[in-house]
């Protein structure tokens, strides 16, 4: 059943793509109103690149705020444009970069808006569109509204179906980790279930948050949720343990689920009962291994789980350290600078640049979305890709429908890369813009000239970025380290005393802040640094963090009052508390 919904997922994300770049393009041939079906397009083509596979309240959050920011760009852009002077035009992009810039390190939904604010303004600006000014915006919403229809259409039928997936997700990788430990795997298994479990956190986010009584469904979920909270911390404690599981202890998560979340959701009580883990038995029978604090718990656990109440406390994930004013300023003058110099290249070199250098720097300079070199490299390859596709189509073939076939194939392309590959994105994105604008009445051959303008606005950016903010990753992976070793110091000096809820609470935050100060780190090494200068060794503390937790939760669960357990078998050296406390001391950039 897995299988068959994963395999569904896969094909209708290219399809929702395929299907909203194509239709509106289809209905302005058929209508013989190409420009506003043209405009329509970019809007869904914008809308494919954020439709995403999470909550459906969250997506139409994000793509109506997403839509809203460019059309008004795009407003504001075109009247620019529409005053005939160049100086307007220049100083209506470096304005929105400015305030592009300046709400982009605030959250993820405010960086797409402020990202797509800014291109609607370089669109705007750049693409003369006749007819009264409302007609573009109003057409540009229309091609997001057709993304929001699609993405949201699955809804009616399958209302609390990601939510469900993101909860299994947690006990299928709780199982994975329990039948990792005593193997070399067991830590990264620990982090993927971490990661499970953060996935499944964003995901119930809203249910967690509502007063009342939640619908039978909903109740059903929370509860398996909440009960997946505990099961983290039962599982960290088995593999600090370290003692190779039998497959009757390893499949208790698994059990668990079926009972919890069973795929027939019409299933009474007395099924549930008899998808209980048919060898539950051996888990607390009398093997060498019957008797520790995890099995114990585990058992416990997997007896309560029917019992766990929907209405617990709710658990809070709070964020890491955003961003600094200090930060936010100096990423929005620099964006601003960057789209000052290109415009002004543009300007300068004359010839079809137009809005293609300033949309380029805008795709570009993300750095809260990756490292900004790979960020680079990877626009580059994917626009040659693109230009080399699209001119292989050409070739063939100059046919109007032909062309817009040509667009939903590669808008599924660019939605398949979206979740994969930046470059492959990239790919799509450039052959499907070489469509629209060959629609609009501009047949030039502008496959050299937009390899070049590609790579100028890539140079730019990275030689502002790395000569004038070049320790920026660095900087965010540091407060993210020194931020999730303090929230590993308040689970190991506070959860002994601490009643359930708050305890949970505790542990979630510290494992939650690690992964991300893992990734923050892994970000800061991908990013090229002065020669000679070595970063600090975050990944080291980070681990030994994540090693202490595991060491409080298999504390918390003893039966026995004392120290942080450090005996470890399965011929894993012992490492003991003071050593790893001395791992969580502040580290300096």
């Given at each position: 059943m897995k299988t068959q919904r994963n395999a569904t997922a896969a094909i209708a994300v290219p399809a929702r793509a395929a299907v909203a770049l194509a239709a509106p393009l289809l209905a302005g041939v058929w209508t013989g109103h190409v420009i506003p079906a043209v405009i329509a397009g970019i809007g869904a083509?914008?809308?494919?690149?954020?439709?995403?596979?999470?909550?459906?309240?969250?997506?139409?959050?994000?793509?109506?705020?997403?839509?809203?920011?460019?059309?008004?760009?795009?407003?504001?852009?075109?009247?620019a444009l529409r005053t005939a002077a160049a100086a307007a035009v220049t100083v209506c992009l470096v304005v929105a970069a400015l305030a592009a810039g300046a709400v982009s390190l605030r959250g993820r939904v405010a960086s797409v808006a402020g990202m797509h604010l800014l291109l609607g303004v370089t669109i705007g600006s750049g693409i003369p569109v006749p007819g009264p000014w409302w007609k573009a915006p109003l057409a540009l919403l229309a091609g997001v509204g057709l993304v929001i229809v699609l993405s949201a259409a699955p809804w009616l039928w399958r209302r609390h179906e990601i939510e469900r997936d993101a909860v299994l997700a947690v006990y299928r990788a709780s199982s994975a980790a329990l039948a990792a430990a005593g193997s070399p795997g067991a830590e990264d298994a620990r982090r993927r279930l971490t990661a499970a479990l953060d996935q499944a956190h964003q995901v119930m986010?809203?249910?967690?948050?509502?007063?009342?009584?939640?619908?039978?469904?909903?109740?059903?979920?929370?509860?398996?949720?909440?009960?997946?909270?505990?099961?983290?911390?039962?599982?960290?404690?088995?593999?600090?343990?370290?003692?190779?599981?039998?497959?009757?202890?390893?499949?208790?998560?698994?059990?668990?689920?079926?009972?919890?979340?069973?795929?027939?959701?019409?299933?009474?009580?007395?099924?549930?009962?008899?998808?209980?883990?048919?060898?539950?038995?051996?888990?607390?029978g009398s093997g060498p291994d019957a008797g520790t604090p995890g099995l114990r718990a585990l058992v416990a656990l997997d007896a309560e789980s029917d019992r766990v109440r929907a209405d617990e406390v709710t658990l809070r994930l709070s964020g890491g350290p955003g961003q600094g004013r200090a930060d936010r300023v100096r990423y929005a003058v620099l964006l601003a600078v960057c789209v000052l110099v290109a415009q002004l290249c543009a300007e300068v070199l004359h010839g079809p640049r137009g809005y293609w250098l300033p949309m380029t720097v805008a795709f570009v300079y993300k750095p809260d979305f990756g490292p900004v070199f790979r960020r680079s490299l990877h626009r580059c390859a994917g626009t040659v890709a693109g230009v080399a596709a699209i001119g292989s189509v050409v070739l063939?073939?100059?046919?109007?429908?032909?062309?817009?076939?040509?667009?939903?194939?590669?808008?599924?392309?660019?939605a398949v890369g979206v979740r994969r590959h930046y470059a492959l994105a990239t790919t799509g994105l450039t052959a499907v813009v070489f469509v629209l604008l060959d629609l609009l009445g501009d047949h030039r051959a502008l496959y050299g000239a937009r390899i070049l303008d590609t790579a100028l606005a890539a140079a730019i950016v990275l030689v502002a970025h790395f000569a004038l903010w070049p320790r920026s990753a660095a900087g965010r992976a540091a407060a993210q380290t020194e931020a999730a070793l303090a929230a590993a110091r308040r689970y190991r000096d506070l959860a002994p005393e601490a009643g359930p809820a708050q305890r949970h609470a505790l542990r979630r935050s510290a494992y939650h802040r690690l992964a991300e100060a893992r990734r923050?780190?892994?970000?800061?090494?991908?990013?090229?640094?002065?020669?000679?200068?070595?970063?600090?060794?975050?990944?080291?503390?980070?681990?030994?963090?994540?090693?202490?937790?595991?060491?409080?939760?298999?504390?918390?669960?003893?039966a026995r009052p004392g120290p942080v357990p450090v005996e470890r078998s399965a011929g894993r050296p012992a490492e003991r508390p003071p050593a790893l406390c001395g791992a969580l001391a502040p580290v300096r950039d």
């Amino acid at each position: 059943m897995k299988t068959q919904r994963n395999a569904t997922a896969a094909i209708a994300v290219p399809a929702r793509a395929a299907v909203a770049l194509a239709a509106p393009l289809l209905a302005g041939v058929w209508t013989g109103h190409v420009i506003p079906a043209v405009i329509a397009g970019i809007g869904a083509l914008w809308g494919v690149s954020q439709d995403g596979s999470d909550p459906y309240r969250l997506r139409v959050r994000r793509l109506g705020s997403m839509g809203l920011a460019a059309a008004l760009g795009l407003l504001a852009g075109e009247l620019a444009l529409r005053t005939a002077a160049a100086a307007a035009v220049t100083v209506c992009l470096v304005v929105a970069a400015l305030a592009a810039g300046a709400v982009s390190l605030r959250g993820r939904v405010a960086s797409v808006a402020g990202m797509h604010l800014l291109l609607g303004v370089t669109i705007g600006s750049g693409i003369p569109v006749p007819g009264p000014w409302w007609k573009a915006p109003l057409a540009l919403l229309a091609g997001v509204g057709l993304v929001i229809v699609l993405s949201a259409a699955p809804w009616l039928w399958r209302r609390h179906e990601i939510e469900r997936d993101a909860v299994l997700a947690v006990y299928r990788a709780s199982s994975a980790a329990l039948a990792a430990a005593g193997s070399p795997g067991a830590e990264d298994a620990r982090r993927r279930l971490t990661a499970a479990l953060d996935q499944a956190h964003q995901v119930m986010g809203r249910h967690l948050t509502r007063r009342g009584p939640a619908r039978t469904e909903a109740a059903s979920l929370l509860a398996a949720f909440h009960v997946a909270v505990r099961l983290g911390e039962v599982t960290s404690a088995l593999v600090w343990e370290g003692r190779v599981l039998p497959a009757s202890v390893t499949d208790v998560p698994l059990g668990m689920a079926r009972r919890l979340l069973p795929e027939d959701r019409s299933a009474g009580p007395e099924r549930a009962e008899r998808s209980r883990c048919p060898r539950r038995d051996a888990v607390d029978g009398s093997g060498p291994d019957a008797g520790t604090p995890g099995l114990r718990a585990l058992v416990a656990l997997d007896a309560e789980s029917d019992r766990v109440r929907a209405d617990e406390v709710t658990l809070r994930l709070s964020g890491g350290p955003g961003q600094g004013r200090a930060d936010r300023v100096r990423y929005a003058v620099l964006l601003a600078v960057c789209v000052l110099v290109a415009q002004l290249c543009a300007e300068v070199l004359h010839g079809p640049r137009g809005y293609w250098l300033p949309m380029t720097v805008a795709f570009v300079y993300k750095p809260d979305f990756g490292p900004v070199f790979r960020r680079s490299l990877h626009r580059c390859a994917g626009t040659v890709a693109g230009v080399a596709a699209i001119g292989s189509v050409v070739l063939l073939t100059t046919d109007t429908y032909a062309l817009i076939g040509a667009v939903a194939a590669f808008g599924a392309l660019m939605a398949v890369g979206v979740r994969r590959h930046y470059a492959l994105a990239t790919t799509g994105l450039t052959a499907v813009v070489f469509v629209l604008l060959d629609l609009l009445g501009d047949h030039r051959a502008l496959y050299g000239a937009r390899i070049l303008d590609t790579a100028l606005a890539a140079a730019i950016v990275l030689v502002a970025h790395f000569a004038l903010w070049p320790r920026s990753a660095a900087g965010r992976a540091a407060a993210q380290t020194e931020a999730a070793l303090a929230a590993a110091r308040r689970y190991r000096d506070l959860a002994p005393e601490a009643g359930p809820a708050q305890r949970h609470a505790l542990r979630r935050s510290a494992y939650h802040r690690l992964a991300e100060a893992r990734r923050a780190a892994a970000h800061a090494h991908d990013e090229p640094g002065r020669p000679g200068r070595r970063l600090p060794d975050w990944q080291r503390a980070i681990g030994a963090a994540e090693r202490l937790c595991d060491a409080v939760s298999a504390r918390n669960l003893s039966a026995r009052p004392g120290p942080v357990p450090v005996e470890r078998s399965a011929g894993r050296p012992a490492e003991r508390p003071p050593a790893l406390c001395g791992a969580l001391a502040p580290v300096r950039d």
